[in-house]
């Protein structure tokens, strides 16, 4: 409980403040978690890893809590993780329970965060026991691991691999690093723009074009429609709240929590999977499911608990292996990385006294995202029509500003933000996964490491096979992984004919 | 790069050339995926175009490129205005901060639906209040590098 010593006042008012600032960006359609985390990492360049890492968590669970709002008030998910609370939410605030909807939403997640912090609590050190035995060879089948289930996850296998593939060869421009044991050469760049890019792409400005800026030229084509005007917030004309809307929802409520758990540990799936999935669980399994479409609370409780659950979840990939398990964790590297800190399997052990904090961190932020949402949700409905007209320009500001700070002032990583904002925008048009290739681009460089010393140590491909049973058991996992993706591909093909 | 000794699976990496080994490999993976995106979904791509059901168009009739277009050139001058203001008072942050405000004022005037006076002021106020606060707390709080 040592760790304990270094909780101060500016650590307190760090989580609150995230909190609501996370709040503020789920709660404004079209703005996520993720972009929260990667306007405001630059914020984070003067704290300890400690202060850095309790203000983004933070923002990690305001981000994904605030989606709830627009989702119930105008029947938009503030974040992808909150889609299916709209289809209980919205009828029920249409109903004039705009504020029990939004409270029964917030204990929720509330019920949620704190389940995922108690699996992300045991399993995470449990699964980093495991993974520091791992050699190469299991590394790299680990992030091949990764590739495929996002992969498999995405609507086309091909192109989420497509997109995969594409981030790893990004992520290996530049030198083959002597620290890593490369040969200090220089690849996949003109010596023109050796200067430029002789340590590659940062990560920072890779990730803040994709996610902030990208989604900004999306909605500018768009218009950047005010949708929110206009928009009647109906909170309190129906019944209120209380407790009676949880009763009989105990096993919804744990079982949606495990799900979101769950599948935040799976690299990249992402909240929107987890809320759908507790959803059709609870259709599936629940004893009364004939009102749920149509205001029940049980599909509130369902999509809410799940998403929330994922933050713990996500957690532990990235913590124990060093893999992120969302877009969102992908940012935590970015802070991580910023205080030279390396995620991974030795992490825990190594960092006892950061893991507690980062457990700590996240219990008081879903308490204060509790206290803040219970208590003030009529105040935070109102942010949901703040024009975007007014916010735009301030993110992209923010994202310049990030970008540039990350290598102490070098214009190139500016100029990076708009190209890969623009490689996100026009990416997505193509049909590009972003998620696979942010994840490809974030573990590149590690799979050539593990990859290429394989090789050299032993001499033959068939080492990824033959190297130990945990091997054998990683390619089982990846066979079942595109055996599912095969499968759902068929399922969904035969559906629509 | 690499030579193949007796077993077919067996492979030695040059080590003066083993920057290019990883790389090389996943070009060709990519070549491969590529094509094989290409055989999966070609075919029925190009009937659709030739049927009429799809139109080989990057933006939607309804797309706003006054919008689109407008942000890239907005975003570009800033970059260039802010680079250089920044040089002309190096390690002060000046650039970020002065070519902050009216970037903000001209894409936030670009963003807006129907202009009027209300909508004006917030925009003015906010294209000078936001760079200032965050110029205050980046750089003069948090010793942020600043252009």
């Known amino acids: 409980m040592e760790f304990l010593a270094l909780v101060d006042i500016s650590y307190l008012l760090l989580i609150f403040f995230g909190v609501a600032l996370g709040i503020v960006f789920g709660a ?73 909807a939004l409270k029964i939403g917030v204990v929720s997640s509330l019920f949620g965060g704190l389940f995922s912090l108690a699996i992300l609590y045991l399993f995470a050190p449990l699964l980093s026991d495991i993974a520091i035995k791992f050699s190469y060879i299991e590394k790299f089948l680990i992030i091949f691991f990764a590739l495929t289930v996002i992969a498999s996850l995405c609507q086309s296998m091909l192109v989420g691999i497509f997109s995969g593939v594409l981030g790893i060869l ?113 259709k599936n399994f629940s004893r009364d499911s004939s009102m749920m479409g149509k205001g029940a609370p049980q599909g509130v409780i369902a999509s809410e608990s799940a998403n929330n659950g994922l933050t713990g979840g996500a957690l532990i990939p990235l913590l124990s292996l060093g893999i992120p398990g969302d877009s969102t964790t992908a940012i935590l590297i970015g802070a991580f990385t910023l205080q030279g800190v390396q995620v991974g399997p030795l992490f825990i052990g190594e960092n006892v006294e950061t893991w ?7 219990f008081i932020a879903n308490i204060v995202m509790f206290v803040v949402m219970f208590f003030a949700i009529k105040y935070i409905a109102k942010v949901v029509t703040v024009p975007k007209y007014l916010l735009y320009p301030i993110i992209i500001m923010m994202c310049v500003s990030g970008a540039y700070a990350i290598n102490y002032g070098i214009m190139f990583d500016v100029w990076s933000l708009l190209l890969f904002g623009l490689f996100g925008y026009i990416g997505g048009k193509l049909g590009l996964e972003i998620t696979p290739f942010i994840i490809g681009f974030i573990l590149g460089s590690s799979a050539e490491i593990y990859f290429v010393k394989s090789l ?4 033959t491909m068939t080492i990824f096979f033959t190297k130990s049973p945990i091997a054998l058991f990683l390619w089982l996992l990846i066979g079942m992984s595109v055996a599912f993706s095969i499968y759902s591909n068929k399922r969904s093909k035969s559906k629509t004919a | 790069m690499e030579n193949q000794s007796s077993s077919p699976f067996s492979i030695v990496i040059d080590f003066d050339t083993s920057h ?31 049927s009429g059901e799809k139109k080989l168009r990057f933006f939607e009739p309804d797309a706003d490129k006054v919008r689109l277009f407008g942000t890239l050139g907005l975003m570009v001058v800033y970059f260039i205005g802010m680079d250089y203001v920044g040089r002309l008072f190096p390690n002060m942050g000046y650039g970020f901060w002065l070519v902050s405000i009216p970037f903000l004022f001209g894409l936030s005037c670009l963003y807006a639906h129907e202009l009027d006076k209300r909508k004006l002021l917030y925009i003015t106020l906010n294209a000078l209040v936001a760079p200032t606060f965050a110029w205050f707390v980046l750089s003069e709080l948090f010793n942020v590098t600043l252009p």
């Open chain 1, 28 to 100: 404004i359609p079209g703005m996520t978690a993720t972009m929260a985390l990667a306007v405001c990492l630059p914020l984070t360049y003067s704290f300890d890893l400690n202060h850095s890492l309790a203000f983004l968590l933070a923002l990690y669970v305001g981000g994904i809590s605030g989606g709830l709002v627009p989702a119930i008030l105008l029947n938009i998910p503030g974040t992808p993780s909150s889609i299916c609370t709209t289809f209980d939410g919205y009828p029920m605030a249409r109903n004039g329970e705009g504020e029990r």
């Open chain 2, 20 to 50: 290019l080994f990883f790389p090389t490999l996943i070009l060709w993976l990519l070549g491969l995926l590529g094509l094989a995106i290409l055989i999966q979904k070609g075919p029925a791509f190009y009937r659709a175009v030739a």
């Open chain 1, 170 to 282: 990004l992520s290996l421009v530049g030198v083959y690093d002597t620290v890593k044991g490369g040969n200090g050469d220089i690849r996949l760049i003109t010596p023109a723009l050796e200067d430029m890019l002789y340590s590659g792409f940062s990560l920072l400005p890779v990730l803040i074009g994709l996610f902030g800026v990208g989604a900004i030229l999306a909605d500018a084509e768009q218009g950047v429609k005010e949708e929110t005007e206009g928009a009647k917030l109906d909170l309190l004309s129906g019944r209120k709240f209380d407790l009676s809307a949880f009763r009989g929802s105990a096993v919804n409520l744990v079982r949606s929590s495990f799900i979101g758990t769950f599948v935040g540990m799976l690299p990249g799936v992402g909240g929107s999977a987890a809320s759908v999935l507790a959803y059709t669980q609870e």
């Open chain 1, 356 to 362: 507690n904090m980062m457990v700590l961190s996240m």
């Open chain 1, 456 to 459: 050299e140590s032993f001499g």
